[in-house]
């Protein structure tokens, strides 16, 4: 079955530094990567997609990579601010074109002033 | 932009009772999701629907089902409520490309 491993639950960095946060997958081929930010009490909210064929997506501060070969994507907060605290919640599509998603556990992100 | 409207934040609801959770969509956005969000387990499908009237199970449907009359609204329905589904609900649409949640409802049930 499909499998969705985000590699830390916690972590914790210094403002100003960049966050890296990854996201690794077995027995699929996604079609598209999407991440999330989810703050405490509150439902997922929309950050980026990056399709299979595009290497790296960029969104103001956040980049982030999709590696199909080793069948990962990082997400990199650059500049990091205590704002940017928050869980991050990786997901990808399967079932086809109008699939669902399955998601990551999310590593929850603080950023210490 | 979308907006999704789960129409409780918090809910207390007794074993064996019959619970539904309501979620209304203000797009015309034809496919709509129920999760429920465990801590350790994450985010889990109950179930969802590409159309009105139309259904199908998502990885966890036990004890569950749902209502699609109109396209704006999807209900998920608690036959007969348990403590083991204790949990936070949330509510999604998918239009364009990423997925739009509510804020969720927090369900305990004693």
């Known amino acids: 079955s499909q499998k969705i491993e985000q590699n830390s639950e916690a972590l914790n960095i210094q403002e100003g530094k960049t966050a890296t946060l990854t996201c690794n997958y077995t027995?699929?081929?996604?079609?598209?990567l999407q991440w999330y930010r989810q703050d405490p009490g509150r439902g997922p909210v929309f950050l980026l997609l990056i399709r299979e064929n595009e290497k790296e997506k960029r969104k103001e501060r956040l980049k982030v990579t999709f590696d199909t070969t080793l069948k990962q994507s990082l997400f990199h907060i650059t500049a990091s601010q205590p704002a940017d605290s928050a869980t991050y919640l990786c997901a990808l599509v399967y079932g086809g074109s109008q699939g669902n998603l399955i998601f990551g556990k999310g590593t929850k992100l603080s950023v210490k002033p | 932009d979308v907006k999704v409207t789960q129409s409780s934040r918090y809910l207390v609801k007794r074993t064996g009772e019959k619970v539904f959770l309501e979620c209304v969509q203000d797009m015309d956005h034809e496919n709509m999701f129920w999760y429920r969000q465990d801590p350790g387990l994450g985010l889990r499908l109950i179930y969802f629907s590409y159309d009105v009237k139309m259904k199908e199970k998502g990885d966890i449907p036990e004890g569950y089902s749902v209502s699609r009359e109109k396209k704006e609204r999807f209900s998920l329905i608690l036959e007969s409520a348990s403590t083991n589904q204790t949990s936070m609900y949330l509510c999604a649409t998918l239009g364009g490309y990423g997925y739009t949640f509510g804020s969720g409802t927090r369900l305990t049930v004693v």
């Open positions: 027995n699929y081929s996604p079609a598209y």
